[in-house]
């Protein structure tokens, strides 16, 4: 973490670094003139969280209405009422999609907005063992991690997991007269 301070409040001679706050594991470093503020800069990290989040849920509402540009024959999974969007397994977490392949299978789809880290693949791991334990019997259950971009770390984690596969989304924009 970064603690950003101006060097005009500095008082003469006096020292612009707070220890306590580098005891506390901050880094401290003064802020120029032409630097944004540290307020502008926690307004444009919230915006970005914003973004990400907008995104990842735009991408999953884009997944549910049609499954099939993901993979020929997979729909959402439905049963008694419940919806495999958003699915909340209380133990293992919530699964972004549960769908059902053209084999009658369980699917997983794990959605990263950004770049997706190794740690990725144990989430997606333990919601694949919950399916597996509760709903799909003597079906295969496979997991789908779609992501931005994947670290090397998470392409080497996948690798020796055989039911699991990496894809990465692209974005494309359709415009319209209005």
Same mark, same amino acid.
């Given at each position: 973490?970064?603690?950003?301070?101006?060097?005009?409040?500095?008082?003469?001679?006096?020292?612009?670094? $707070? =220890?306590?706050?580098? %005891? #506390?594991?901050?880094?401290?470093?003064? *802020?120029?003139?032409n +630097?944004?503020s540290?307020?502008?800069?926690?307004?444009?990290?919230?915006?970005?969280?914003?973004?990400?989040?907008?995104?990842?849920?735009?991408?999953? $509402? =884009?997944?549910?209405? %049609? #499954?099939?540009?993901?993979?020929?024959? *997979?729909?959402?999974? +439905?049963?008694?009422?419940i919806?495999?969007?958003?699915?909340?397994?209380k133990?293992?977490?919530?699964?972004?999609?549960?769908?059902?392949?053209?084999?009658?299978?369980?699917?997983?789809?794990?959605?990263?907005?950004?770049?997706?880290?190794?740690?990725?693949?144990?989430?997606?791991?333990?919601?694949?063992?919950w399916?597996?334990?509760?709903l799909?019997?003597d079906?295969?259950?496979?997991?789908?991690?779609?992501?931005?971009?994947f670290?090397?770390?998470?392409?080497?984690?996948?690798?020796?997991?055989?039911?699991?596969?990496?894809?990465?989304?692209?974005?494309?924009?359709?415009?319209?007269?209005?």
């Open positions: 973490m970064r603690l950003v301070t101006g060097m005009q409040d500095v008082g003469s001679g006096g020292n612009y670094v $707070n =220890s306590p706050f580098q %005891n #506390l594991g901050f880094t401290i470093v003064p *802020l120029e003139n +630097q944004m540290a307020n502008d800069s926690d307004l444009l990290d919230e915006a970005e969280s914003e973004v990400v989040f907008s995104l990842e849920y735009d991408l999953e $509402n =884009s997944l549910v209405s %049609n #499954l099939e540009q993901l993979e020929e024959g *997979l729909r959402l999974y +439905q049963q008694d009422g919806t495999g969007q958003q699915l909340d397994t133990v293992a977490g919530r699964i972004d999609l549960l769908a059902i392949d053209a084999q009658g299978d369980f699917v997983v789809v794990e959605l990263k907005a950004e770049e997706a880290d190794r740690q990725v693949c144990g989430q997606i791991q333990a919601y694949m063992g399916v597996k334990e509760n799909a019997g079906k295969k259950v496979r997991g789908i991690v779609i992501a931005n971009a670290t090397t770390r998470a392409i080497y984690a996948a690798k020796v997991v055989p039911n699991l596969s990496l894809k990465k989304y692209q974005i494309s924009f359709k415009f319209a007269d209005i």
